[in-house]
């Protein structure tokens, strides 16, 4: 494969190649190699220091013991993943895994940490498909630097898709141009905001492709003198943006969440997944909403999923099992975890979510009854934790995920994140809202 990406490198004038990666902070960030040593480093990678990975999302170097200034990973690119990048003139990318200088993938190799959980769930004899479904903002900024605020227009409007009707279009052309088929785009409720679905894909495509989404709505988004914010809440007075992660289980072909002759269709596997979702979701909570700007998101009846329920088409739920299309009713059946933001690292979110369904259905964990209303207008109904530092804390004590991730990543995550909750608690909600606004 290298030997093609070459091929098709010079065939295309790439004279830069992005070898991309995401990090604790979920930010997407690269280094750039020049097509002269592109088939060397395809094959060796390209070096960077521990410390770089030590880096929060105020771009802070975290004094963390494993990853100081001395020594180095290295980013070597999965050639399946390389693209031509329409918006940026002879440039191409590839998703990369950290590996140690002995050929091993690095602890805090987030990809290699959604392979394992892929290994896991192909050990019990299930292969998982997933995608992850968009929401953004554009917005413009004025001569002296400030962020305009977008009016807002009727939620699924026609006239708030004419107005940026362009930018869209180009946006769908240049995804589809790097093989990401687009399957719905609209106008969400906030001004400005948009949406993107995307068709499903083995796990592990899901979350590269999702990289390649982000960078490719921000791209197109600058060439139309716009800013791309995928920001769990980047102005406080919208609505915010989740980034909901969808999950089909599959064996032999066949859809292990659908069962005809059950309630709503979902197997009793399907439940068992659901399950574990919720057991673990109060933590995984660290890993989907990782951001102290999640939580200015991730409120009752703003359609985040704030309590602990899941429901058929329950679009308050955090769990929702979406309802199947007439006639591919086995094909189209999937649940939805809608408590995720693009503040997540796509590859660790979706790791931590397979963990916690897999816990789900070694354990034949029930889920109890599906909520029919909106779980804010249960008494009994629980909320789930309201602060970076409670799912922090909820994370280091989740056997389950924790045993996943490792003791290595698991400590020096929460030792990140906690530095994300230090340098933010002091601020204002509007401060810190800004300060996220252009960060993913």
Known sequence: MVEDVVKRADEAGVKLVRFLYCDYAGITRTKVVHRGILEQKLKEGVGITFAQTALNVRDELIDIPEMPPVDEVRLVPDPATFTLLPWAEASASVVSSLIDRNREPWFACTRSFLARQIAAAEAMGVRIEATFENEYYLYRRSE??????????????????????????????????????????????????????????????????????????????????????????PFLSQIGSGTHIHMSLWRDGRNLLYDPGRTGGLSDLGRFWIGG???????????????????????????????????????????????????????????????VDSSANPHLALAGAIAAGLDGIANSIDPGEPAAVNPAKLDAA??????????????????????????????????????????????????????HRYKF
């Open 277 to 339: 979702l919720l057991k673990h979701l109060p933590a995984l909570l660290a890993l989907s909403c990782p951001s102290m700007n999640s939580y200015q998101r991730l409120m009752p009846s703003a359609w985040a999923g704030a309590f602990l329920a899941w429901g058929f088409d329950n679009r308050e739920a955090p769990v929702r099992v979406a309802s199947p299309y007439w006639d591919r009713e086995e094909q189209s059946a999937n649940v939805e975890l809608k408590a």
């Open 144 to 233: 002296d630097g400030e962020d305009i605020e977008p009016e807002r227009h009727p939620v699924y409007s026609s006239i708030g898709f004419d107005e940026y009707h362009d930018v869209m279009l180009d946006t769908v052309d240049a995804l589809e141009s790097q093989g990401i088929e687009v399957e719905v785009v609209m106008n969400e409720y906030g001004g400005g905001q948009q949406e993107i679905s995307i068709r499903h894909r083995p796990a592990m495509a899901a979350a590269d492709t999702q990289l390649k989404m982000r960078d490719t709505v921000r791209g197109i988004a600058l060439l139309h003198g716009y800013r791309a914010s995928f920001a769990p809440k």
């Open 382 to 435: 629980k909320a789930l934790p309201a602060s970076l530092a409670e799912v922090l804390s909820l994370l280091e004590g989740d056997q389950a995920l924790t045993a996943a991730m490792g003791p290595e990543m698991t400590r020096t995550y929460l030792q990140f994140k906690r530095s994300e909750v230090a340098a933010f608690s002091p601020m204002e909600p509007e401060q810190v809202a800004a300060e």
